[in-house]
């Protein structure tokens, strides 16, 4: 089966790519590198042709109200090349609780991608995963200083950037969904608990402030960003990966 990975050489396209090969899949990365730009269609033809599915893991380069624009306009270029080329199957990778947190304008953009692609002509999926292992270093610099770092007590179920790319690749080689496969970590922490086990692993003596104002998820709900009853639950464990990634 040929998939095409929109955002196919980041974090997780690159690791989409891999793994679809390895299972023998023809995976096709498609990115600005590859000639490809998802904005004006440049490219996009020729990178969809013959392919069954569509993988959409493409990033927005802001994450302020000017990504509204960006998935906006993405996402329509996308459907509209994938109906030229009679593509089965698109999936779009998204984020738990994306829907409840309007406040945030990433938020709102990926909702924006979201509902296109439902009203779309192509059967769909969506992964909605939960926040990164990977990410914890950009969410502990938002609000540090030389000696403290302020978390809000916001309860989120992390999940591995590789366990993402697993449950990414799983949908994308069956049925379409026609709807949202939830995935999360397996465990549930308070943000600022997570803060210091992540400084503690790495030795780092700043102090982790409970302050339910810091940070962008200081908006977001006491359990939006957790997975919820029906989420598939990822066997990695934040204690084991950091412990690895040390």
Known sequence: ???TVIGGTGLIGSQVVQKLRAAGHEAVPAAPSTGVDLLTGEGLDRALEGAQVVVNVA???TFDDASIDFFRTTMNTLLAAGERAGVG????LSIVGVDQVPELDYYRAKTVQEDLLRQGPTPYS???ATQFFEFMNAVLSWTADDSTVRLPATRIQPM???DVVDAVVDVATGAPLNGIRNVAGPDVFALDE???ITLAARHDDRDVVTDDKAGMFAVAGQDVLIGG???HLAPTHYRDWIRSTR
């Open 1 to 3: 089966m040929k998939v």
């Open 59 to 61: 990033n927005s380069p």
């Open 89 to 92: 199957h698109q999936v779009v």
């Open 126 to 128: 969506i992964v909605r």
């Open 160 to 162: 591995a950037a590789a």
């Open 194 to 196: 997570l803060g210091r």
């Open 229 to 231: 009853p029906d989420a």
